[in-house]
């Protein structure tokens, strides 16, 4: 079993049809209004999860530490998606699809951050690869507000193939490079696109640059020149769909 903790992200897995959760654990913590709990417990109570009340030090084992909020909820291993998946799921607004790929991202926060920020720009979802990289883990779908049990997450063997396959199916990939490329403001973003962005520290692997049909910088004035790479992708992903938004006459 996994678990999931947090209000708002299980919350936000309660919501989801279907919901995947099978039982829910609770502690009267300090910080939970009744009005919280009583929600918790009433969507619990609709989708028939079991409710079970603990002592707070239990609940700070399973999570490993005390930022859970009171609330832990438990669901089978976490059910990676494939790419048929990710084509099914662009959003109904835009014409295009949208992929983030993330080349060797080892931090659960920032995995999580992007898989969160991809999902609010309507991406189809996220691909990382099987090695080297962060999975989704409950820190992962904590920092992804949830989002990461909405947003299919496909991880395969080899990043660069997956990327070739995609450009087969008419996919312009473009790289973010911190020293390299266009200015995104310089770039027109048109047709379906797989935004790839690189490990935290050494950005993307170079075979992983190669198979990049573009690659896209960020203009910075400050006397720091990098970006925190889940913030780097926020910025990219909001250029995309803003241009997009304005060519195809949609918000």
């Given at each position: 079993m996994e678990i999931i903790y947090g209000i708002n992200p299980l919350a936000e897995a309660l919501r989801m049809e279907p919901c995947r959760l099978v039982k829910i654990a609770v502690v009267n913590a300090k910080g939970m209004t009744k009005e919280t709990l009583h929600s918790i417990l009433n969507l619990a109570a609709t989708k028939s999860i079991p409710v079970t009340f603990k002592e707070k030090r239990e609940i700070d084992k399973l999570t490993g530490h005390g930022a859970h909020q009171g609330v832990v909820g438990f669901y089978p291993s976490f059910a990676y998606a494939d790419l048929d998946q990710i084509m099914k799921n662009r959003h109904p607004v835009s014409l295009h699809h949208l992929i983030l790929l993330l080349d060797g991202i080892t931090d659960p926060q920032n995995l999580g951050a992007m898989i969160r920020t991809a999902h609010c720009h309507g991406a189809n979802g996220v691909m990382i690869p099987e090695h080297r990289t962060a999975t989704v883990t409950a820190a992962v779908i904590k920092a992804s507000a949830g989002a990461a049990?909405?947003?299919?997450?496909?991880?395969?063997?080899?990043?660069?193939?997956?990327?070739?396959?995609?450009?087969?199916?008419?996919?312009?990939?473009?790289?973010?490079?911190?020293?390299?490329?266009?200015?995104?403001?310089?770039?027109?973003?048109?047709?379906?696109?797989?935004?790839?962005?690189?490990?935290?520290?050494?950005?993307?692997?170079?075979?992983?640059?190669?198979?990049?049909?573009?690659?896209?910088?960020?203009?910075?004035?400050?006397?720091?020149?990098?970006?925190?790479?889940?913030?780097?992708?926020?910025?990219?992903?909001?250029?995309?769909?803003?241009?997009?938004?304005?060519?195809?006459?949609?918000?």
């Open positions: 049990l909405l947003t299919p997450v496909v991880r395969v063997a080899n990043l660069s193939r997956a990327m070739a396959d995609l450009k087969k199916q008419g996919f312009w990939i473009y790289g973010a490079d911190t020293h390299a490329g266009q200015k995104i403001h310089d770039v027109t973003f048109q047709g379906d696109i797989g935004l790839v962005m690189g490990s935290e520290g050494r950005g993307m692997r170079p075979l992983i640059r190669k198979q990049c049909d573009f690659l896209v910088s960020i203009p910075m004035r400050g006397k720091i020149d990098s970006l925190n790479v889940s913030v780097a992708a926020g910025i990219i992903l909001n250029d995309i769909v803003r241009k997009w938004a304005y060519m195809e006459g949609v918000e």
